[in-house]
C-alpha cells in the first residue's frame, strides 16, 4: 500500500449489493468490469459469495481487470451472548480466508440491525442493557484478537444505521470499551451522518481508533423525513438517503483533510447504498464521477 496515502477504492454496494444472491443487483461479472472501467483498483469482496468464492477463480477475474482486494465484509451480533461466537466464526473464518487468499489486509465487521434490512421490522430493543455491552466489546475484541493471529487480518469495526453502535455517544462507548490493538473503526462518513455523529471530531479525537474509511454522503433533506416518519435504513435507502458527492453531507473535502492528517496509509473505499438498483445502468457514471470529486479533494488521495 502506497505510503502514507489515502486510497480511494470502492465496493459492490456502490453498484447496488447488499446480499450475496438477489435480482435487483448488478451481476457479478458487471460490477468488476465496471469498477475496472470507472478507474478503481482497489475493492471490497462484499457480502459473501456475491463475488466467487473459490480463490482461484477469484483470483483470475481480478487479475484480468488489474484489481486487488482490500477488505473483506463480516456480519455478527455478539451482543445476543457468548453463543453467539459459533454462529459468527464460522461464516468469518470463510472471509477471512478468501481475503487473505487476495492479499487483502482487513476485515469490516458489521454488527446485527435491531431492524430487519428489508422489511425495517423490529427485532429487539434499540438499546443494549450493561452486559450486553459487554458481551459486544469482548466479541469484538477477541474476534479481532484471533483475525491478527490467525490469519494477519484487522478488524474494523462498522457503526450502522438501525444498529445499537450509531450515534455519537455509541461510538464513543464502544471504542472506550474495546481494545485499540484488536478493534478499530472503519468510520462509514454516510452512517456516521445518519446517526447524527460527527466523522472529523471521531478522527480528531480517536486518530489511533481510524483503521478504514468508507465514504459516502447522506442527503439532508431525505434524513429529515427519515427522522419525521421513523423509516428504517432500507427505507431510507429506497428513498434516496445516500446521495452521491459533493451533494450531500459530510463534507468528504473536510473528512479527507482530516485523514491525511493521520500521516498514515489508509483506505477510502467508496460506498454509496444504491439497494434496489433498479436500473444497472444507474452506477457506472455515479462511480466515476464520484472518484474524480475524491480524487480533487486532498493533497495525499490517490487511485492505487
Given at each position: 500500500m502506497t505510503e502514507n496515502k489515502l486510497i480511494i477504492g470502492t465496493a459492490p454496494d456502490s453498484w447496488g449489493?447488499?446480499?450475496?444472491?438477489d435480482e435487483k443487483q448488478t451481476p457479478w461479472q458487471r460490477f468488476l468490469d465496471e469498477v475496472a472501467e470507472a478507474g478503481y483498483k482497489?475493492?471490497?469482496?462484499?457480502?459473501?459469495?456475491?463475488?466467487?468464492?473459490?480463490?482461484?477463480?477469484?483470483?483470475?477475474?481480478?487479475?484480468?481487470?488489474?484489481?486487488k482486494v482490500s477488505a473483506g465484509?463480516?456480519?455478527?451480533?455478539?451482543h445476543r451472548g457468548h453463543e453467539q461466537w459459533?454462529?459468527?466464526?464460522?461464516p468469518a473464518r470463510r472471509v477471512a480466508e478468501l481475503t487473505a487468499a487476495m492479499d487483502g489486509k482487513h476485515v469490516v465487521v458489521i454488527p446485527a440491525q435491531w431492524r430487519d434490512d428489508k422489511t425495517g421490522?423490529?427485532?429487539?430493543?434499540?438499546?443494549?442493557?450493561?452486559?450486553?455491552?459487554?458481551?459486544?466489546?469482548?466479541?469484538?475484541?477477541?474476534?479481532?484478537r484471533v483475525l491478527q493471529e490467525e490469519f494477519g487480518l484487522y478488524q474494523q469495526f462498522h457503526s450502522h444505521a438501525d444498529?445499537?453502535?450509531?450515534?455519537?455517544?455509541?461510538?464513543?462507548?464502544?471504542?472506550?470499551?474495546?481494545?485499540?490493538?484488536?478493534?478499530?473503526?472503519?468510520?462509514?462518513?454516510?452512517?456516521?451522518?445518519?446517526?447524527?455523529?460527527?466523522?472529523?471530531?471521531?478522527?480528531?479525537r480517536y486518530p489511533e481508533r481510524i483503521g478504514y474509511l468508507h465514504l459516502k454522503q447522506i442527503n439532508p433533506d431525505v434524513l429529515a423525513e427519515v427522522r419525521r416518519n421513523d423509516w428504517?435504513?432500507?427505507?431510507?435507502?429506497?428513498?434516496?438517503?445516500?446521495?452521491?458527492?459533493?451533494?450531500?453531507?459530510?463534507?468528504?473535502?473536510?473528512v479527507i483533510e482530516a485523514a491525511e492528517k493521520l500521516d498514515r496509509p489508509l483506505f477510502g473505499i467508496v460506498e454509496q447504498d444504491m439497494y434496489p438498483v433498479g436500473d444497472?445502468?444507474?452506477?457506472?457514471?455515479?462511480?466515476?464521477?464520484?472518484?474524480?470529486?475524491?480524487?480533487?479533494?486532498?493533497?495525499?488521495?490517490?487511485?492505487?
Amino acid at each position: 500500500m502506497t505510503e502514507n496515502k489515502l486510497i480511494i477504492g470502492t465496493a459492490p454496494d456502490s453498484w447496488g449489493v447488499w446480499f450475496p444472491e438477489d435480482e435487483k443487483q448488478t451481476p457479478w461479472q458487471r460490477f468488476l468490469d465496471e469498477v475496472a472501467e470507472a478507474g478503481y483498483k482497489w475493492i471490497e469482496l462484499g457480502p459473501y459469495g456475491y463475488l466467487p468464492s473459490d480463490p482461484q477463480t477469484l483470483a483470475k477475474e481480478l487479475k484480468e481487470r488489474d484489481l486487488k482486494v482490500s477488505a473483506g465484509t463480516v456480519f455478527t451480533a455478539f451482543h445476543r451472548g457468548h453463543e453467539q461466537w459459533d454462529l459468527a466464526w464460522e461464516p468469518a473464518r470463510r472471509v477471512a480466508e478468501l481475503t487473505a487468499a487476495m492479499d487483502g489486509k482487513h476485515v469490516v465487521v458489521i454488527p446485527a440491525q435491531w431492524r430487519d434490512d428489508k422489511t425495517g421490522k423490529e427485532m429487539e430493543p434499540r438499546t443494549l442493557e450493561e452486559r450486553q455491552w459487554e458481551e459486544l466489546a469482548s466479541g469484538h475484541d477477541r474476534l479481532g484478537r484471533v483475525l491478527q493471529e490467525e490469519f494477519g487480518l484487522y478488524q474494523q469495526f462498522h457503526s450502522h444505521a438501525d444498529t445499537h453502535v450509531e450515534t455519537m455517544d455509541q461510538i464513543e462507548r464502544f471504542l472506550a470499551m474495546t481494545d485499540p490493538k484488536y478493534t478499530t473503526l472503519c468510520l462509514d462518513t454516510g452512517h456516521a451522518e445518519f446517526g447524527g455523529a460527527d466523522s472529523v471530531a471521531l478522527i480528531e479525537r480517536y486518530p489511533e481508533r481510524i483503521g478504514y474509511l468508507h465514504l459516502k454522503q447522506i442527503n439532508p433533506d431525505v434524513l429529515a423525513e427519515v427522522r419525521r416518519n421513523d423509516w428504517d435504513f432500507g427505507r431510507a435507502t429506497a428513498e434516496g438517503v445516500t446521495i452521491e458527492p459533493p451533494h450531500g453531507l459530510p463534507d468528504l473535502r473536510l473528512v479527507i483533510e482530516a485523514a491525511e492528517k493521520l500521516d498514515r496509509p489508509l483506505f477510502g473505499i467508496v460506498e454509496q447504498d444504491m439497494y434496489p438498483v433498479g436500473d444497472f445502468d444507474v452506477p457506472l457514471p455515479i462511480a466515476t464521477r464520484t472518484r474524480k470529486h475524491l480524487l480533487s479533494c486532498g493533497s495525499r488521495t490517490v487511485p492505487a
